[in-house]
């Protein structure tokens, strides 16, 4: 499954190329320092980027979701409508 690169919307790339918002694990106090996440396109990529300057960061990898998208109301829906229209 393509989606939109958080870095180059214009750009598409893979899933399995992308952070995933479900997957990330950390303790409080991360979560805490950084305030979350920000409400943008990509906040998951956001929130690692910025982790990634003041703490140790892992990636793991080894498969921790199931991504069942069947909804005209997710964003990526919305997003493929856009870039399928173009």
Known sequence: MLIPDA???EKLIHIEKCIIGATIFGIKKVF???KGFRDIYGYD???MRRCRKKFRTVKCDLPTYIY???SGDSILSKKKLLY???
Request: glycine content about 0%; cysteine-free.
């Open 7 to 9: 870095r180059n919307p």
């Open 32 to 34: 805490e320092t950084m």
């Open 45 to 47: 990529y956001d929130f």
């Open 68 to 70: 069942y998208r069947n």
């Open 84 to 86: 399928d229209s173009k």
